[in-house]
């Protein structure tokens, strides 16, 4: 359990939306309490799983005060990170799926060193990671906004696009 039980608000806001994700969200928990950086609240918006979602993430609720569950039917994922947002009580956000997780340990800590340092910032991105179906996040990059921003990924960006849309079209 977290000895971390402070009055006022945390830093960091992580709101996660799940639905129907028991395979992979403990890892994602274990990534979130696995961080360096502990001024954190992780904020689980449980579309009404029927699945043990729920349970696991009780479980983790349970133990530790930053783990904040709420579960209620809603209409999408977007939907759920909005009332997640509304719930917040942190100076920033992070926005995770029950799916993500976080590799690097010191990513929290080294975001705020980045936004402690200079207050013009007011975004920090990475690339993801996702997770196979044995819970495991995968080492392989997830394309992201990030490939636009170098020339030769542009390309890459453009090519994974269109490959997409041709598996969504196929599979309709």
Known sequence: ???????????ISIVC??????????????????????????????????????????????????IKFYSEPDESNWEATERGVARAQGEFLDIIAGQDG???KEWLASC????????????????????GDDGELLSKEHITYSHLTRKEGKIYAAWYVVRKIFYVLRDL
């Open 17 to 66: 939306p799940v639905r129907n994700v028991e395979k992979y969200i403990e890892t994602t928990i274990k990534s979130v309490l696995a961080q360096t950086y502990q001024d954190w609240e992780l904020l689980v918006m449980d579309g009404a799983s029927t699945d043990h979602t729920a349970a696991i993430v009780k479980k983790y609720s349970d133990r530790d005060p930053r």
């Open 112 to 131: 705020m060193k980045i936004l402690d340092a200079d207050k013009s910032i007011s975004l920090v991105s990475a690339s993801t990671r996702g997770m």
């Open 1 to 11: 359990m977290s000895n971390i039980t402070k009055e006022s608000s945390p830093r």
């Open 102 to 104: 976080f590799l690097d």
